[in-house]
């Protein structure tokens, strides 16, 4: 079993930055697809960037140039570096873990930019 712990959201005014933080232990595979997806209110949760445990990451456009994903080189920790921040950026972001046919999926956090 896997288990995703998030940690770093938070409200923010526009223009802002926050960086999330996402923690997998357990029987974590080596080899795996860590990321983050969000969900913004009234609308179905959509992709934001991945990153494979050989380096491959996949950004949404919507956030290109302004997220960057990273993560432990030797570790199941990952990171979203999330600059410029927008008022559509607000949503409850999840971190995901993919290996094989199996999915986990953290308890979410919430990511508020307002003015």
């Known amino acids: 079993q896997v288990r995703l712990v998030e940690s770093g959201g938070g409200s923010v005014q526009p223009g802002g930055s926050l960086r999330l933080t996402c923690a997998a232990s357990?029987?974590?595979?080596?080899?795996?697809?860590m990321g983050w997806y969000r969900q913004p209110p009234g609308k179905q949760r959509e992709l934001v960037a991945t990153?494979?445990?050989?380096?491959?990451?996949n950004i949404t456009d919507s956030v290109k140039g302004r997220f960057t994903i990273s993560r432990e080189r030797h570790g199941n920790t990952v990171y979203l570096q999330m600059n410029s921040l927008k008022p559509e950026d607000t949503a409850i972001y999840y971190c995901?873990?993919?290996?094989?046919?199996?999915?986990?999926w953290g308890q979410g956090t919430q990511v508020t930019v307002s003015s």
């Open positions: 995901h873990l993919r290996w094989s046919s199996l999915h986990y």
């Open positions: 357990g029987r974590v595979p080596s080899i795996n697809v």
């Open positions: 990153l494979t445990s050989l380096g491959y990451t």
